[in-house]
């Protein structure tokens, strides 16, 4: 293709509005155009990466056996009203009603849809396993959409659905998937982590996320150098301290710390780590009648040392907090602790609670806490001599560089990543609620076994970005540049044998398979070399008279600093090895 015929439109600035590096870079080298807040345009070379990528991805769908469909962006609600989750679902799901005030949503997932196209077609255990899968844009109504592609409102997403007769089955199916997201994303050439990860609103009990490693990811990764062991931060497990509790030696003491409402503070007056202080936090559940009126209330207090943070996907599968919790109000608070907030702890309360400390706290000793009185703290505080056990001890916070790796093969550490793709497992959740069954070799109806799994698209493009860049612009590997090698003549429009020779190339190119792009714009030098590193092209012939006098091109890979002299008569089989390896 010759650039003339193509669309290159580059911006020297970018938007005010453009946080990270993939905004950025994405809008000065003309890939997306915002049409509104995380809706945008893909512009032509920013839609042939997305297209490069879902050629990948189907390839390798149909090759793990899954059968590819197209669903309706727009849905209607009665489908989303059987699962519950037209209700329960926040206002990410956008609903809309037709001219006859009919209730539908604009899709940000399909289970609802496959489930009910399993319903009505797959009808016997012959028919099994089947896996469905659809590349199709998706709609989440984000409160803050930001960061270009990487958190959107409109995406496009491939979403696969697998369906089997057991437990069994339903597994290996999910272990296909699995297998064949790891050629996926070996074959995008980028540096990715798949973690074990919380299931959250799709459900499932066995979940795994694809993470494109980047500093600026929104979300850390936990790994342990020396095993293959890695979760994301709301999976990952914090293990109980080995040994027993040390037996209580300073005396409980009420200590004066005027002012000092945070653990920080109190450790720095007093002198001692931060380690050796509880930081209390205060919950509320709440039952409700058939009538969404509050019936009763119940206060939590959970305890947690002092430089560690509350996971609060841990903490919501408690029993008695698995129903949904909030933070209890400042009215609550006064209510049970007879104090304001920075000064709480779990000695000396008005009414009771109920106890929640982490696996850390539970074996500690002359810990520090709020004295339930302003101003005040209490210091050498024992459990059993001090206060009761706990109600429950449980592992309720994020874990922390340095900690013990659950599989015992080391101490963990913690790095960035950008989501791109996730697997679940899904069980009955949506076949039962929707009563999708089947015959079963018994003759007698049972409900589907099923898997779901995602792939980001139009974010993968973003945090290959992320991950490829330096001060020039983009560096996107072989598999998902928008064009694989870019001819740069110098006075094309001058020389003829310039202009034989690069047209030469590229048809030699092209015949040969390669995604080729001849730049004939007559653009000078500098101009042209500036576009293509912006947008990344990763393998750059440039020709100029002064050179074929002497039988040669100039090569230069984009994370080259110089180039490199090449026979014109090699360069063309020089480059189908580089793209080849």
């Given at each position: ?43 032509p070379m920013g839609l042939r990466v997305i297209r490069k990528v879902e050629q990948i991805v189907r390839e390798e769908m149909n090759r793990a056996g ?113 297998a064949a997201y790891r050629r996926i994303f070996d074959r995008f050439g980028l540096t990715y982590r798949a973690v074990a990860a919380d299931s959250g ?328 070399f500036a576009d293509w590193e912006l947008i990344g092209v990763p393998h750059r012939v440039t020709i100029g008279d002064k050179g074929l006098k002497d ?31």
């Amino acid at each position: 293709m010759k650039a003339s015929q193509f669309f290159v439109s580059t911006f020297k600035e970018a938007p005010s509005d453009a946080e990270v590096v993939s905004h950025r870079l994405m809008m000065r080298a003309g890939m997306i155009k915002k049409l509104g807040a995380g809706i945008y345009t893909y512009m032509p070379m920013g839609l042939r990466v997305i297209r490069k990528v879902e050629q990948i991805v189907r390839e390798e769908m149909n090759r793990a056996g899954a059968v590819e469909l197209t669903m309706p962006v727009v849905q209607p609600a009665e489908l989303w009203q059987e699962t519950g989750r037209f209700d329960k679902m926040g206002p990410e799901l956008l609903r809309i009603k037709d001219r006859h005030e009919r209730d539908f949503v604009v899709q940000p997932t399909s289970e609802e849809v496959v489930t009910d196209i399993a319903r009505q077609e797959l009808r016997s255990y012959k028919q099994l396993p089947k896996n469905f899968y659809q590349i199709q844009t998706k709609f989440r109504d984000e409160r803050r959409p930001r960061f270009g592609l990487m958190r959107g409102r409109e995406f496009i997403m491939k979403d696969a659905y697998s369906f089997d007769r057991d437990r069994d089955s339903a597994q290996a199916s999910y272990q296909v998937m699995a297998a064949a997201y790891r050629r996926i994303f070996d074959r995008f050439g980028l540096t990715y982590r798949a973690v074990a990860a919380d299931s959250g609103a799709i459900g499932g009990d066995l979940s795994e996320e694809f993470q494109v490693i980047a500093a600026t990811g929104e979300d850390a990764i936990v790994y342990c150098p020396n095993s293959d062991y890695a979760a994301n931060m709301e999976k990952a497990e914090a293990l109980a301290p080995a040994g027993p509790r040390p037996a209580a030696v300073s005396p409980l003491t009420k200590t004066p710390t005027p002012g000092k409402a945070t653990c920080a503070d109190v450790a720095e007056l007093l002198g001692v780590p931060l380690s050796t202080t509880v930081k209390s936090l205060v919950l509320a559940t709440d039952e409700i009648n058939e009538r969404d009126e509050i019936v009763k209330s119940t206060v939590w207090l959970l305890l947690l040392r002092g430089d560690h943070d509350m996971n609060e996907v841990k903490v919501g599968k408690l029993p008695g907090l698995d129903m949904g919790f909030r933070f209890a109000t400042l009215a609550e608070i006064e209510d049970h602790f007879g104090c304001k907030p920075g000064y709480l702890g779990p000695l000396n309360l008005k009414k009771p609670v109920q106890v929640v400390a982490d696996r850390e706290v539970a074996v500690m000793a002359e810990w520090i806490c709020g004295a339930n009185d302003v101003d005040f703290h209490m210091t050498g505080v024992n459990w059993g001599r001090d206060l009761p056990e706990p109600d429950l001890v449980a592992d309720i916070r994020n874990v922390v560089a340095g900690d013990a790796s659950p599989d015992g093969k080391g101490v963990l550490a913690i790095e960035r990543g950008i989501e791109v793709g996730h697997v679940f497992y899904l069980g009955t959740k949506y076949s039962q609620a929707m009563n999708a069954t089947f015959l079963d070799t018994d003759g007698k109806p049972k409900p589907f076994e099923m898997g779901c799994y995602g792939i980001g698209v139009t974010r993968l493009p973003a945090a290959a970005i992320e991950q490829n860049h330096d001060e020039r612009g983009i560096i996107w590997p072989d598999a998902i540049a928008p064009f694989s090698v870019v001819i740069c003549p110098i006075g094309m429009d001058r020389s003829d044998a310039v202009k034989q020779a690069a047209e030469q190339l590229h048809d030699e190119l092209a015949a040969a398979g390669v995604d080729v792009l001849l730049d004939d714009r007559g653009e000078r030098p500098g101009a042209m070399f500036a576009d293509w590193e912006l947008i990344g092209v990763p393998h750059r012939v440039t020709i100029g008279d002064k050179g074929l006098k002497d039988g040669v091109v100039e090569y230069q890979h984009r994370r080259d600093t110089e180039a490199t002299k090449v026979a014109l008569a090699d360069i063309a089989a020089l480059i189908q090895g580089r793209l080849k390896a």
